[in-house]
């Protein structure tokens, strides 16, 4: 009896063993396959999800610059992880059972950072773009300075809204207490250097200078001599020395039809050494806009010099291009009329973007999601996909083209990663159009550059550089399939260098132009450029979704 008890003890055991094994292998079955499948399942939501949310983030952006609301701010969060924890159940309510969630990287212009440089032959200009290119490359403000030697001719074609010099005497000085000064030493320290500007249909003539001035406490002497004998300064040991003050004033003298407009009119008194004096000739009240025909002809140089000499800056604004200062043949960068300048030299404007790196832990295909140019892309190990294209568009009106660009940089520099919520906070910074002629066919040939420089030693960069040169060369294939010109015509034509550094794509606009006429305007290029500032900031969890 007491062994059939012992029996029945030992199958119960025997059962319970059996029982546990049944919820082990049950356990592992759950972990092998259910846990991944909830895990991969949450992971590709999740990559649904942050493809909408950059989706979003381009509708917002494209609504402020469309709406030039210059200063406006959008706020957008997004999610990094998948929160696997709050998000999927347990078995068991043991925590092993559940998926670990995935995380990512959300970042501002991480390297390698491409930029963009379009350059055009033969562009017509607006009316109100200042004159650059018989110059060469210069500063927005200064047109020329230093010292004139030989006349420095000008051309207008129109009248410009602004006609500003600057004159800044370098060997200036003046006395605080009377000194003695002979008088024929008086008489012959007039000017320093001068300019004069003639307008050929007008007959103008204008002389801006820095002239010496003697005073004295009770009386003034002129700028060609004294102006009255009497009651002359006392002390003088001989009747050629006179104890006067004196001082460096800058005066303004027009001539319009040999008649004085303006004589000896002081712009400034008492100018120190090296300080600078700027006046606008096309103000109103010195008479010489309203006497002025288009087109004309200005001339500067030198008038009447001692050993003193001074930097004359010359500036014009919302003046005219004059075609002729131009050759059909000659690339000129287009830059944001708010630059206010057009320069020979190849200018490149970094457009940055907005990245994000997926940290799938079930999902193998990582994906990065990337906003570029107002165009949304996702990329993976099998290649890359626009979800958006830039905000390049080319219309085929045969035998004419339009192109339209619009030139998104995003400034910012910073990273977050982990799986927590992100808020990006853009503020519109700018919106500028071109300094083309957008009313008609402006340009004979229209070239687009993407350069991706990359540091060599860091094979992340390499790669990197790589994937974005494939991105643009095939962006610039699908703008060009976009507007219906067939893949192999020469009317745009698209290269990409893989091995340089930088890495090239170039996307060339030739038009129809037979023989490479490059006098020909036959492409309606138009040209904005628009700057967001754009902020990423972590937000805790509790307040996340």
């Keep these: 009896m007491v062994e059939l008890k012992r029996e029945k003890a030992l199958s119960e055991l025997i059962g319970f063993i059996l029982l546990l094994g049944l919820l082990v292998m049950v356990a592992s079955l759950y972990l092998t396959y259910v846990v991944p499948a909830q ?217 319009i039809n040999d008649v004085n407009i303006l004589e000896n009119y002081v712009v400034k008194s008492n100018i120190g050494n090296g300080e600078a004096c700027t006046i606008d000739l096309m103000d109103p009240v010195y008479g010489i806009r309203d006497k002025l025909n288009a087109p004309f002809d200005c001339n500067i140089r030198k008038i009447i010099g001692t050993n003193n000499v001074f930097n004359l800056n010359i500036d014009y604004e919302e003046g005219p291009i004059s075609s002729s200062s131009i050759a059909a043949d000659e690339e000129i960068f287009i830059l944001p009329q708010s630059d206010n300048y ?26 990065n999601f990337i906003y570029q140019m107002g165009g949304v892309f996702v990329t993976q190990m099998d290649g890359t996909s626009p979800l958006n294209l830039p905000l390049i568009s080319i219309t085929d009106n045969n035998p004419k083209l339009s192109v339209d660009i ?47 420089p990359y540091d060599q030693s860091k094979l992340e960069e390499v790669q990197d550089a790589q994937s974005l040169s494939e991105l643009w060369h095939l962006v610039f294939n699908s703008i060009k399939r976009s507007s219906g010109i067939s893949s192999d015509s020469a009317v745009v034509e698209i290269e990409t260098d893989y091995s340089s550094n930088p890495k090239t794509v170039t996307m060339v606009i030739n038009g129809y132009n037979p023989d490479d006429d490059t006098t020909a305007h036959d492409i309606k290029l138009s040209v904005r450029y628009v700057d967001f500032d754009v902020e990423l900031d972590a937000v805790g969890k509790t307040i996340g979704i």
């Design 406 to 452: 619009t030139a998104i940089r995003l400034f910012g520099d910073e990273s977050i990663a982990g799986s927590s919520p992100v808020q990006i906070t853009s503020n519109l910074r700018t919106v500028s159009d071109s300094v083309l002629d957008s009313s008609q066919e402006n340009v004979a040939e229209a070239t687009i550059k993407i350069e991706i």
């Design 342 to 367: 057009i320069s020979k030299d190849s200018l490149t404007r970094p457009f940055g973007r907005l990245e994000y790196n997926s940290n799938n832990k079930y999902y193998r295909t990582q994906q």
């Design 39 to 255: 895990g991969r399942e949450g992971e590709i939501a999740h990559m649904e999800y942050i493809k909408g949310q950059f989706l979003d983030y381009k509708i917002g952006t494209d609504a402020l610059w469309v709406n030039n609301a210059q200063g406006v701010s959008i706020s957008q969060a997004i999610t990094l992880g998948t929160q696997g924890v709050k998000t999927t159940g347990m078995f068991a309510g043991f925590q092993i059972f559940s998926p670990v969630f995935s995380g990512g990287m959300l970042s501002v212009n991480p390297d390698p950072n491409p930029t963009l440089s379009i350059s055009v032959l033969n562009p017509l200009f607006n009316d109100n773009v200042r004159e650059a290119s018989s110059f060469g490359p210069f500063e927005p403000v200064n047109r020329f300075s230093g010292e004139i030697t030989d006349p420095l001719p000008l051309s207008f074609d129109s009248i410009p809204s602004k006609l500003r010099l600057t004159i800044t005497p370098q060997q200036v000085t003046s006395s605080t207490a009377p000194e003695e000064i002979d008088y024929n030493d008086l008489i012959s320290q007039n000017y320093f250097y001068g300019a004069e500007f003639t307008s050929v249909d007008g007959q103008i003539s204008v002389s801006y200078n820095a002239v010496r001035r003697y005073i004295t406490k009770d009386y003034s002497w002129s700028y060609l001599g004294v102006r009255s004998f009497d009651n002359l300064p006392t002390g003088s040991s001989t009747d050629n020395l006179y104890y006067v003050r004196y001082e460096t004033d800058v005066i303004l003298n027009v001539v």
